[in-house]
């Protein structure tokens, strides 16, 4: 039996890179809570029975521990209501940054044709493989549309008039 040789050590560019990334990601997933959050509260209303108010919660406590693919598909849910064009273009970018996030988190590296470029080695539940190479920049233009949408997230969340709690934010000086 041959044993697969162990991967190529990344750059400490490209290490770097990815670490960005997947933060933005994590960003991103909160921002998603907390727009799932606002938008759902707000769905339910002043006058809102105990009953419902106790469904609300529970569905609350569970998308703590959501992947990012269902945080994406519960907020497209949530966005439904008078935003039809927004939700659009939000969910084409969303389920690119899902792939993105899927390829980043998930692939092992191997080093590409051209110097300073990276070979991801992955294959999604489609059966498909990611084809082309990427490097620091393509990684760090990943980074920064996961910051652009995560911004566009946290602006629908706050003009429900309901922001919430951000974690680890109430020790932060404004």
């Known amino acids: 039996m041959t044993i697969p040789r162990a991967p190529d050590r990344l750059s400490d560019e490209m290490a ?3 670490g960005h990334a ?9 921002a998603l809570k907390r727009a799932i959050f606002s938008l759902t509260r707000k769905d339910l209303g002043e006058e809102v029975s105990e009953k419902a108010m106790q469904k ?3 569905r609350m406590e569970d ?5 990012l693919g269902t ?3 519960s907020f497209l849910a949530a966005l439904r209501n008078g935003r039809m064009a927004e ?7 969303l389920a690119e940054i899902r792939m993105k996030r899927n390829l980043l988190c998930h692939a092992s590296w191997r080093r590409g044709k051209e110097p300073g470029q990276w070979h991801p080695t992955f294959i999604n539940t489609r059966g498909e493989s990611f084809p082309d190479d990427m490097g620091v920049e393509e990684v760090m233009a990943v980074h920064a549309m996961t910051l652009k949408t995560a911004r566009r997230v946290v602006g629908i969340m706050r003009a429900t008039g309901i922001d919430g709690e951000w974690l680890g934010w109430d020790d932060v000086e404004a």
């Open 16 to 18: 770097t890179a990815i």
């Open 22 to 30: 997947v933060s933005a990601f994590g960003f991103l997933e909160e």
């Open 56 to 58: 609300w919660l529970r």
């Open 63 to 67: 998308i703590a521990d959501d992947t």
């Open 71 to 73: 945080l994406i598909d």
């Open 87 to 93: 939700r659009q273009e939000l969910a084409g970018v």
